[in-house]
């Protein structure tokens, strides 16, 4: 892709745009048989999120066109149980946990992924260059857990849940 690309916080305007896309996402993942689920999401949470400053989108410049979002915040040990599950309460100093990315079906594989974690990253080493962000994602996801160690992201982990299990990742934003 040539366009220029922005990572930005999210517009209250927005918010329907996040929901519809990640229902987009949601289903295209049934489609390819993966048990990853991301949505569908409330409506009224994604505000929450824009509200809070925690909702990011991938706009192109120019044409002014949203191609992905994503939800990144600092969590606590007391928000966030499963730092101390995924044993990460005493090695993260600063924990972001980044939730629910999402690209344009029809954009993914073009590395608008590796674009938007890359200005996610900066734009949040502006205010908090010691943030260290976690995820985790279906351990049976073998294309995504590739994409995140593309990404930068190294694998802490994989957690058994109920009846799965979970790749855990972290990368430095710096």
């Known amino acids: ?12 305007e927005e918010v329907s ?11 295209k993942l049934i489609d ?45 040990v007391e928000d966030c149980p499963w730092l101390v599950k995924w044993q990460l309460a005493d090695t993260l100093e ?12 029809e954009l993914q594989g073009r590395g608008l992924g590796l674009q938007f974690l890359a200005g996610l990253k900066s734009l949040l080493a502006l205010s908090n260059p010691q943030a260290m962000i976690f995820l985790d994602c279906w351990a049976g996801n073998a294309t995504l857990r ?16 109920r009846d799965y299990s979970v790749a855990v990742f972290t990368s430095s934003v710096v």
Do not use: C
């Open 1 to 12: 892709m040539e366009a220029s690309l922005l990572v930005r916080l999210a517009r209250p």
């Open 17 to 27: 745009y996040i929901v519809d896309l990640i229902d987009r996402v949601q289903q």
């Open 32 to 76: 390819m048989g993966s048990l990853q689920v991301i949505g569908p999401i409330a409506q009224e949470r994604v505000s929450a999120y824009v509200a809070t400053q925690t909702a990011f989108v991938l706009e192109e410049t120019g044409s002014g066109k949203l191609l992905g979002s994503v939800f990144v915040s600092p969590v606590t």
């Open 94 to 105: 600063q924990p972001w946990f980044l939730r629910t990315l999402a690209l344009e079906p």
């Open 146 to 161: 590739a994409f995140y160690t593309r990404v930068g992201f190294n694998l802490h982990g994989v957690f058994p849940e």
